[in-house]
């Protein structure tokens, strides 16, 4: 996913509004978890995933940004130190520009899982905008937990992300053959409504799980009239969590959290720590999102709790 600070929200979510929303843990907020097939006890959490790198920010975006294999996988293990519990992996070249390179992905997991066992790791199989199909499948010989699986085309920037139905399901069905569990990636409602094809076609095994991926421009914005929306059609025990886009991931979070959710922060979507002040890393965004969670009176979840939130 791109990365803007600067995205037009059309109306901000406003956190007066957000704190008129909120309500105490044990009260709405459990009944909203149990509807959605938690266990309707606070202990369950919320878990936080990251996305470290993306395909199309640069250092002249952020002199942050990691690049290399080891800088990723650093990356990644302060993260998880900072909370978080599972990795989106993209992964770059000796030039710094994005790969779907199997054999760098695989070192990037290696890396991580030496200092990290317990993380989940989840690749990308999106990429770049414009990667060829094939290229985008090869990645499941990395032989990942997870791989996020996006259910159609949507406008992305200037650019048209390509996900026709054929390689959607193609792709579905080799993640289901090797024991892969999709994310399924939700740009807009028209890809909720392929996600519930996939699960009836049995495409994609149930309990899915779910990304909202919100805020993209030339997709569906970052609005909690938008979100409701799609929880409106989420199977009952599916999982699901909310990325949103630059200046509108926090507030996200915090919105995402009040509903029984789960969420995804870092650098692939967001750089900024607060208006004008760059993330100096990953872990930074993490400890921000962990301490949103926290003050909304839930836990964090630790990596075996968010293995078993989603079923792997």
């Known amino acids: 996913m791109g990365t803007s600070n600067n995205l037009d929200l059309g109306g901000p979510l406003k956190r007066a509004q957000m704190q008129g929303a909120r309500k105490d843990a044990t009260g709405a907020y459990m009944e909203i978890r149990e509807d959605r097939g938690f266990a309707g006890n606070a202990a369950d959490g919320s878990f936080l995933e990251v996305p470290l790198v993306g395909a199309e920010l640069t250092r002249e975006h ?8 080891e800088e990723i996988a650093q990356s990644g293990i302060a993260a998880v130190a900072a909370g978080a519990s599972l990795l989106h992996l993209h992964v ?7 790969t779907l390179d199997s054999q760098v992905i695989s070192r990037v997991m290696e890396l991580i899982r030496k200092d990290c066992p317990e993380v989940i790791l989840q690749v990308s199989t999106g990429g770049a905008v414009g990667d060829p199909y094939e290229t985008r499948m090869g990645v499941l010989v990395c032989k ?7 259910t159609g085309t949507t406008n992305f920037g200037d650019e048209v992300f390509l996900n026709p139905r054929p ?40 309990p899915a799980h779910f990304q909202f991926v919100l805020g993209v421009p030339g997709a569906l914005q970052a609005a909690s009239e938008n979100l409701n929306l799609l929880l409106s059609r989420l199977p009952k025990k599916a999982t699901w969590s909310v990325a949103a886009v630059g200046r509108h991931q926090f ?9 029984g959710g789960h969420v995804r922060v870092g650098m692939e979507d967001n750089i900024y720590l607060e208006k004008g002040v760059l993330a100096k890393s990953n872990a930074e965004l993490v400890e921000k999102a962990a301490m949103i969670i926290k ?9 075996d709790q968010a293995r078993e939130i989603l079923s792997l």
């Open 251 to 259: 507030p996200m979070v915090e919105l995402a959290i009040q509903k």
């Open 144 to 150: 990942p937990e997870m791989a996020s699986l996006t």
């Open 92 to 98: 770059r070249d000796a030039q710094g520009k994005p």
């Open 167 to 206: 390689f959607v399901e193609k792709l579905a069905g080799l993640m289901r053959d090797k024991n892969i569990k999709p994310e399924l990636e939700i740009f807009d409602l028209s890809m909720m409504e392929e996600g519930l094809r996939l699960i009836e076609k049995d495409w994609v095994k149930e």
């Open 295 to 303: 003050q909304q009176g839930f836990v964090v979840a630790k990596p």
């Open 62 to 69: 952020t002199p942050y940004l990691p690049l290399t294999p």
